[in-house]
Every structure is written in structure tokens, then in C-alpha cells.
């Protein structure tokens, strides 16, 4: 997770690593790209012309299936990722207005990221939680059976737990029933 | 382990069947590890539970598994205590010590954590007598809840494999192909061809390598059928895949599933070491001479993908936009060569095939549907959850005898089958029976299985603007009709939602979505409109509503919601005012409540939990 636009010597080192083990094997560009996100949290331009031309595609094919896949992003990412289920489920239930509430709690549009770089606001389909609807997700945590003031208390919460949260990360699962 | 022979493979049969067979006094509590029992902390139970029975020293005698998704996925956390089938669910780590106390040292069930069948309020014990799991057939999941699905042995002690061994040892491709062929298995992704077809036209061309892919590329939004299986059971689907390499003559398999699935990708990772340390994968299998392994592809996420040329570009690192077919993917697939792709549950339910008999899957069914069909019940119903019900079942039986009816005071309004590429059904076809035919004559499509159910709380013109937003938001872009005409019928009905629609928007709606289904060039912009033309169909009124009367009778489209109570029906309980999140509602005891539109951000809280209508 990070939220500074320049990408480090090492992150570039790591980079061609990815790059020089995919290299001329077949369908490399999808787990290349995959795998430069997890180490950048993103992919600006200047990454994917380096990817283009470790596998020697083009810049327009490298953008052109970053650009196509919802799991790519070219812009930073909070610290805190907030997916909002809008699967069938959930929005039958009220998903929507959770997102509405969001934005507007957090001022951020739909697949944006806060000022102070904290949250990343992002619209999923079907987390498969179906049984938990409505659903959202912010860092690992899933939290179920929402509603707008819920929703609202759980981002509060967060910026306020800086420190446990990182402990917690990856196993904190909070049930909100 | 490197290699197995017949022999071997009978002998750990033997093996791993008595080590899951309780002895007199033993106790198994099946943990429910499903995505959906694991985000209401079903490991922290077991961790618990773990430690409890090792501090009391009980872990001798009661012994505790993880299992794929139950299928009750509204009780979770579940656990099934094993031998007799006692269902626990909602536990929490600090119920665990008088379980124990209870259950394994008292003898009797604890009956605060049973189930409550919700009308009678009565409790019931038994799993196996709960109404959710009683009209269901268990096929395609039928280790559902049994078998810990990161262990190859126990998939084994209960027949796993059992298919492949026949099939190599017994029976030639051809043979298999004509298996399969009777079952009349068609595909269960959506589209419903037959696989034996499938599989035939895949062995009929001579250019090799060929590849089979497994499709779990599931991205219809409620829907997680695939996903449940892939966690629950695996080694049914490798085996159904490498069945099918042994029927097409491919070696070589992948499996492309939903990088959202974290879970089910862990799983098959560990399954496919399992398996290829017991030599059921890789080189000469069982030691017949026949190779085959199978890759992990996890997706990018790309609803299209699930259209089969579609997946095959994204499997080549490509963006995932379907091709015009001939030739088909049997002929010229992945990489240009011969591909035989199906959906998880497709290949889920080859080995039971193999192992009984296609005369025995096709006595089950409808007359074009035979066998059973998983889908994922959610929405507006008491027992939401993953279920298999029989082709043939009617609508109305999912939903009011599995499901459980419609919680509170809600009336059911409409059941939406097949996701983006679906309809929503009204009550007066309730009595529609699932088989691929029947759903396409009422205008809806069996789809991969996602069932939603809708109470009178959910505006039907929103909805299908939801899907059709989903859909513009997913098309390749790639041919006009879909990329451009969805686009306008979602312009059309973002007016209607907001109060600005005419009376001409109706039938220009239906005309576009006729001519999009007509024109467009893959199955995505071919069913697209489903949502939109079967709202209309049995809907009409609800759009008449929205226009003539600038009015959405379920209260949902908030550009035509007042926000002011209805000081007449309001029977001054502050429920409104309690749940606001930004303190618009003004509320005194014996007063009716007043809502300030300034501060109202028109969340619809207020009307979600006012029980009296009170609020227009």
C-alpha cells in the first residue's frame, strides 16, 4: 500500500525481476502486470512502458489490457481500500445507498481516493458473501449486514486504529451483527 | 509419492475410509470454512473448539474438520456435529465451552444454538430434518459438509477418483464420450450445450497439443455456485478434467477462476499438489499411460471473460473480447489449437457420470434438463444460501419451501434468475420449473444459477437499470449494438428513474432491446436486455408509475421520495429518528417525526426501518 507517485530504485530492480522470469513465455502479460501491481500498488505509465518493452509488445497492447481488466489500476490506492459490494444481492439490500453515504462522508467519488490519501472508495460485483448482504470490504476486513450509519462508523473508526490495524491486517475479520 | 498404481490406489481408499469412519463414542464437529462462514469468523471457532477439547482432553475422542461451504450461508458460522448431523450455527468462540459442556460431556445438544424454523419458532436438532437441506439433492456437492477439502484422502475414502480409475482402466474415450452423451449433462455455465457434443467435436479434430479449460470465471453478480464447489470439493473437478483429457485426447488443462476468490484458488493449489503427489496427475496416471496436468489461471477481472473466446484471449494475456465463431473453440481454441472448455459445475458432476452411468444421471430431470442444478439463493428470503434442487423443481418450491418464504412482512415480488443475462419472474410463473426450455419460454434464462428473490421493497424498473448499468459497464465494446445500444436504454432509464421519462420510452426501450438481442455478436449482448424486456413484460405498471405519476412504488428511486413523513400513519416510535445517520429527523415522544431536508442526505434509512409506510 502506498500513496508517493514515484516509484523506487528497488521497486524498479523488483520490477525487471518480474519481467526477466515471465520473459518469452506465452501469455506472460497478465501475471506480469498482476504481480508489478502488488509491488508498485499500481501501474503508472512509465511502469507499463518499461513492461512493453521487457516483452516486447507495444505500449498500446500493454495499455490496452491494463485498461480492460477491473483488477488493474492506473492511479494510486489509499491505504485503505473500501470495496462496495453493488452485486444483486447486496443492492437488493441497499448496497447503493452505503456507496451514496460513502462518497459523501469521505468526499470522494467512486473509484477515487481521499485527500489525505487514507481511503481508496471502490464499487465491486459480487464479493460472493452473498449470505452477509449488503457487504463491504475495507483492507482485508469484510464487514456484513450493513447499513448507512454502519458504514459510517466503520470508516471513522479507522483512521483512529492506525496501529492496531496494521497489526491486525490480513486476519482481522470484523462481524458487525 | 510419485506413482500410483490400481492397487495402491484401492489400498489408501481402504485406508483413508476407515479413518473417517467414527468409532462408538467418537464425535467429528464439521467447521464450516466456507468465504462466507470464514468472514463471520468460523476459524476463530475452531481454533477455540481446538483448544477446549485439548485442555479438557477430549481431543481423543472428538475430532474436528474444516469443510468447503455448507450452503446455509445466512447461519453462519456452522458446525455439524457428526455421527448423528446436529446443526449448530451462529456460534461465536465464547459459545464453545458450554457446547463442550453440553454436547460432548452431558449428552444433549445445546438449544440456544440450534436452529429456529422461522414461523413455528420451533427448534430442530438435525440437519438432515431442517427444511433448507430436506427437498435438496445433493449430486454435484454431495461431499458438501463431509469431507475436509484440503485432504485427498477423504475425497478418496468417498469415491474420488473412483471415475478416472473406471475410465482408464475399463473404458475406452469413445466410451466415456458416449457415457456422457447419455447422461445428457448439458453445460452449466448458462448456455447449456451438451457436453457429450462438446466433447465429441472436441476429439474429432487431429491437431494436437489440445487443451481443456475449466471455466470459473464466475462473475454473475449473486452468484457463487462455483465458487462454493472449487472450495468444497475440489477433487471433483480435477477428476471431471482429467476425465475429459482422457475422452479429447488433451494433456494438458487449466483452470481459470476469479482472482476474487482468494479462497477457492488456496484450495485448488493444494489439491493439485495433492494430486499429482499421488500421481493422478502429470505422468502415465494410475499407471495407464496417460498424461495430463492442470494449471491455475486466476482471472483479471472482466465479467466477458466468461464467454468462452473471450477467456481464452485473457488466458493468452490478451483483453478478453469474444471472436466471431466458426470456427468453434473444439476446433481452433487457446493458442489456435483445439479446446474443450466447461463450467466447474459441468465437470463436477463427470465422475458420478463415469462412476453410475449416464442412464442413471439422465433418470433425474426434465425431459431436455436432466440431472440437478446448483444455485445460489439470495435476496429476500428467510434461508439464504447455496443449494441443488433436481431439474424440474418448480420456483415457487425453491423459494417458499427451501427458502424458507419471505421474512417479516414482506410480499414476494419477483425472482430473478440468470444475472445480467436474466429476468425478473413475477409471482403468477412461480410455478415455472428450472430445465433450460421452460425458463427460455418464459423470457428468463437458467444463466449460471444466481436466484435472487425480491419483496415489494424492490423497484422493478431500478433493478433492471442496475443490470443494464452492469452490462454497459462490462460490454467488450467490441460490436455496436451492445456497446452503443445498451448505453442508450441505460440513458433511457436513468430519465425514467429520475422522473423524466415519457410514455414513449417504453416501447422504444423494448424496440432497442430487441434489436440489441437480435444484432449484438457474443451471448453478453444477446441476453443483455433480458432484465429490461422482462420487467416491461410483467412490470408494466411500475414504469407507468414512474412516469405518469413521478412515483416508485417501492420507494427506492430517491429522485420521486418526498422524505416527509406522513404525519397520519406515523405512529411516533423514533425508530426513524434512532437510525439516521446524520440527525435530520426531529422526533418527541407523542409527536409525529419531522424530517429536515437540509440535513437529509436521502440514504433511505428512515424508510428501510419505518414499519408503518410513514415516510413518502
Not at chain 2, 462466507?36 to 475452531?46: A, I, P, T
Not at chain 2, 475422452?247 to 476469479?258: E, L
Request: with cysteine.
Amino acid at each position: 500500500m502506498r500513496w508517493v507517485d514515484s516509484i523506487t530504485k528497488e521497486e524498479w530492480e523488483k520490477i525487471d525481476q518480474v519481467i526477466g522470469k515471465y520473459k518469452g513465455s506465452h501469455g506472460a502479460l497478465i501475471p506480469v502486470l498482476k504481480e508489478v501491481q502488488d509491488i508498485c500498488g499500481y501501474l503508472p505509465k512509465k511502469v507499463q512502458h518499461r513492461i512493453a518493452d521487457g516483452l516486447n509488445l507495444s505500449s498500446s497492447q500493454v495499455y490496452g489490457v491494463v485498461s480492460f481488466y477491473a483488477f488493474f489500476t492506473i492511479v494510486p490506492r489509499g491505504k485503505y481500500i473500501i470495496r462496495v459490494c453493488l452485486g444483486t444481492a447486496c443492492y437488493v439490500k441497499g448496497s447503493k445507498q452505503i456507496l451514496d453515504t460513502l462518497q459523501r462522508e469521505l468526499n470522494v467519488e467512486v473509484g477515487g481516493i481521499t485527500k489525505d490519501r487514507k481511503f481508496s472508495l471502490e464499487a465491486v460485483r459480487c464479493l460472493g458473501a452473498c449470505g452477509l448482504a449488503p457487504v463491504m470490504v475495507v483492507g482485508h476486513d469484510t464487514h456484513g449486514m450493513l447499513d448507512p450509519g454502519k458504514a459510517i462508523e466503520i470508516v471513522r473508526f479507522y483512521p483512529s486504529m492506525e496501529t492496531v490495524m496494521v497489526k491486525s491486517e490480513g486476519d482481522g475479520i470484523v462481524d458487525d451483527r | 509419492m510419485s506413482q500410483l498404481t490400481m492397487e495402491e490406489f484401492e489400498k489408501i481408499k481402504e485406508k483413508a475410509y476407515s479413518a473417517i469412519t467414527l468409532k462408538e463414542g467418537e464425535f467429528r464437529c464439521m467447521v464450516c470454512a466456507g468465504t462466507g462462514c470464514v468472514s463471520c469468523n468460523s476459524l476463530k471457532v475452531r481454533e477455540r473448539l481446538e483448544a477446549e477439547l485439548e485442555g479438557r482432553g477430549l481431543s481423543e475422542r472428538v475430532k474436528v474438520a474444516i469443510t468447503g461451504c455448507n450452503g446455509f450461508c445466512a447461519e453462519g458460522p456452522i458446525m455439524v456435529v457428526q455421527p448423528k448431523g446436529i446443526f449448530y450455527r451462529k456460534l461465536t468462540p465464547e459459545d464453545i465451552p458450554l457446547l463442550i459442556e453440553e454436547h460432548f460431556l452431558k449428552g444433549r445438544p445445546v438449544e440456544k444454538f440450534l436452529y429456529t424454523e422461522p414461523t413455528s419458532k420451533e427448534k430442530i436438532p438435525l440437519m438432515k430434518d431442517i427444511p433448507f437441506f430436506q427437498h435438496q439433492v445433493l449430486w454435484a456437492l454431495r461431499n458438501r459438509g463431509v469431507i475436509n477439502p484440503e485432504n485427498i484422502d477423504e475425497s478418496v475414502a468417498r469415491d474420488g477418483y473412483g471415475g478416472l480409475s473406471k475410465a482408464l482402466t475399463s473404458m475406452t474415450p469413445e466410451e466415456v464420450i458416449q457415457e456422457v452423451k447419455i447422461s445428457g449433462l448439458r453445460g452449466r455455465g448458462g448456455a447449456g450445450f451438451p457436453t457429450g457434443l462438446k466433447w465429441e467435436e472436441g476429439r474429432r479434430y487431429p491437431t494436437f497439443p489440445k487443451y481443456v479449460i475449466c471455466n470459473g470465471d464466475e462473475g454473475d453478480p449473486g452468484a457463487f455456485m462455483d465458487r462454493s464447489i472449487l472450495e468444497a470439493d475440489p477433487h471433483a473437478v480435477l477428476e471431471g478434467m482429467i476425465i475429459c483429457g482422457y475422452a479429447v485426447d488433451s494433456h494438458q488443462g487449466y483452470i481459470y477462476v476469479r482472482a476474487e476468490y482468494p479462497l477457492a484458488i488456496h484450495r485448488l493449489r493444494i489439491a493439485i499438489d495433492q494430486a499429482r503427489s499421488y500421481g493422478l496427475l502429470r505422468k502415465n496416471i494410475m499407471g495407464s499411460g496417460f498424461d495430463f496436468d492442470i494449471h491455475i489461471y486466476p482471472g483479471a477481472g472482466a465479467f466477458v471473460c466468461g464467454e468462452s473466446t473471450a477467456l481464452m484471449y485473457s488466458l493468452e494475456g490478451r483483453r478478453g473480447m469474444p471472436r466471431i465463431k466458426p470456427p468453434r473453440s473444439t476446433e481452433a481454441g487457446l493458442w489456435g489449437q483445439p479446446t474443450v472448455l466447461n463450467n466447474v459445475e459441468t465437470f463436477a458432476n463427470v465422475p458420478a457420470i463415469i462412476r453410475n452411468g449416464g442412464g442413471w444421471f439422465a433418470s433425474t430431470g426434465t425431459g431436455g434438463s436432466k440431472g440437478t442444478k446448483v444455485f445460489a439463493l439470495t435476496g429476500t428470503v428467510y434461508n439464504v444460501g447455496l443449494i441443488e434442487v433436481p431439474m424440474g423443481t418448480t420456483l415457487r418450491r425453491i423459494v417458499f419451501d427451501i427458502g424458507g418464504g419471505i421474512p417479516e412482512k414482506g410480499e414476494f415480488k419477483a425472482i430473478q434468475i440468470g444475472g445480467p443475462s436474466g429476468a425478473c419472474l413475477p409471482a403468477s410463473l412461480l410455478d415455472t420449473e428450472v430445465d433450460f426450455d421452460s425458463l427460455d419460454e418464459a423470457g428468463a434464462m437458467m444463466g449460471s444459477g444466481g436466484l435472487v428473490v425480491m419483496n415489494d421493497s424492490t423497484c422493478m424498473v431500478d433493478t433492471a437499470r442496475f443490470f443494464t448499468d452492469f452490462s454497459v459497464d462490462e460490454s467488450c465494446g467490441k460490436c455496436v449494438p451492445c456497446r452503443v445500444g445498451m448505453k442508450v436504454m441505460l440513458n433511457i432509464l436513468n430519465r425514467i428513474v429520475t422522473g423524466q421519462g415519457t410514455m414513449e420510452d417504453i416501447p422504444q426501450l423494448e424496440e432497442l432491446g430487441r434489436h440489441v438481442k437480435e444484432s449484438s455478436h457474443c451471448g453478453l449482448g444477446k441476453t443483455a436486455p433480458n432484465p429490461v424486456l422482462s420487467t416491461i413484460r410483467y412490470f408494466r405498471e411500475e414504469y407507468e408509475a414512474h412516469i405518469q405519476e413521478g412515483r416508485c412504488p417501492a420507494r427506492v428511486c430517491v429522485d420521486l421520495i418526498q422524505f416527509r413523513v406522513d404525519s397520519e400513519r406515523c405512529k411516533m416510535c423514533g425508530l426513524c429518528k434512532k437510525i439516521c445517520p446524520v440527525e435530520a429527523i426531529a422526533w418527541e415522544k407523542k409527536a409525529p417525526a419531522m424530517i429536515d431536508r437540509d440535513k437529509c442526505i436521502r440514504c433511505r434509512s428512515c424508510i428501510q426501518a419505518c414499519k408503518f409506510k410513514a415516510i413518502d
